[in-house]
């Protein structure tokens, strides 16, 4: 008896392989910004309303 391979995943694969690498940039970007804005976050205030925002030097 001759049994003959399934090559369904193998047809897929061009199919899904962009939208798996488009997750991977989309993770890769956003952990990077993430990471970047951790770093940042205690040497910079985020809101425009700060105390220190608040006055522009004039009398």
């Not at 369904?8 to 392989?17: D, G, S």
């Not at 970007?29 to 700060?50: I, L």
């Amino acid at each position: 008896m001759t049994v003959l391979a399934d090559h369904t995943l193998l047809l897929a694969l061009p199919a899904f392989a962009p939208a798996v690498v488009v997750v991977g940039v989309v993770v890769f970007v956003a952990v990077r910004d993430r990471r970047k804005g951790a770093e940042t976050s205690d040497d910079t205030p985020h809101s425009e309303n700060s105390a220190s925002g608040d006055h522009d030097g004039s009398p």
